[in-house]
Nanobody, 125 residues
Framework: QVQLVESGGGVVQPGGSLRLSCRVSGRTLSSCAMGWFRQAPGKEREFVATISWTGESTNYADSVKDRFVISKDNAKNMGYLQMNSLKPEDTAVYYC??????????????????WGQGTQVSVSS
């Protein structure tokens, strides 16, 4: 059973930074691609970023490109989302996800088999 647990969310002022972490258990992360998604109140879940199983390939939503960085440490079985220059519109619950099938990553939520419980990020002055 693959389990994902996010941490690192919180309240930050506009322009600030946060780093989200995703601990993976039950499977070595080197065999998984990962993604981050977010869901704001009253909105559908949306793609944020994805990284391939090797970590060599990444892809970002236009809204976060050049501000967010996705990474993973296969040795530690940890995934990360570094969020810089945060804006109020980044406020959402952030979810990490893993897939054993779409190994080059994906922007489609249905292609991920495993999901974390989410962590709240609030950007407000």
């Amino acid at each position: 059973q693959v389990q994902l647990v996010e941490s690192g969310g919180g309240v930050v002022q506009p322009g600030g930074s946060l780093r989200l972490s995703c601990r993976v258990s039950g499977r070595t992360l080197s065999s998984c691609a990962m993604g981050w998604f977010r869901q704001a109140p009253g909105k559908e879940r949306e793609f944020v970023a994805t990284i391939s199983w090797t970590g060599e390939s990444t892809n970002y939503a236009d809204s976060v490109k050049d501000r967010f960085v996705i990474s993973k440490d296969n040795a530690k079985n940890m995934g990360y989302l570094q969020m810089n220059s945060l804006k109020p519109e980044d406020t959402a619950v952030y979810y990490c996800a893993a897939t054993l099938i779409s190994l080059y990553g994906s922007s489609w939520s249905y292609e991920y088999e495993y999901w974390g419980q989410g962590t709240q990020v609030s950007v407000s002055s």
